[in-house]
């Protein structure tokens, strides 16, 4: 059993993998729908009226509020193993 790590704010590695992980999880045409309806609180914080986990957390609230616990994690097995798969 392998273990795989993915850093969604860069404080691991230098690239932040949450879009390319939420990409992957519902599609590319519903991650580009919704980051338009995300777009106001990306830019409330970029200027800094609002901090980063909260932005995230609403960010995770778009995207995964009707996915359950066990289909999330079925997603992020299938997104580890195609990852570890494409840097073999």
Known sequence: MNLVLFD???TL????????????????PSYHTK????SPIFILYKLRLMNNSYAKELLFRLYFHKTDEQTFKKI?????????YEDS
């Not at 932040?16 to 992957?24: A, N």
């Not at 992020?76 to 570890?84: C, Q, R, S, T």
């Open 35 to 38: 980051l338009i309806l995300f």
């Open 8 to 10: 969604f704010d860069g």
């Open 76 to 84: 992020a097995i299938e997104y580890g193993e195609k990852k570890v």
């Open 13 to 28: 590695t230098t690239k932040d993998s949450l879009g390319e992980f939420i990409k992957f999880a519902v599609g590319t």
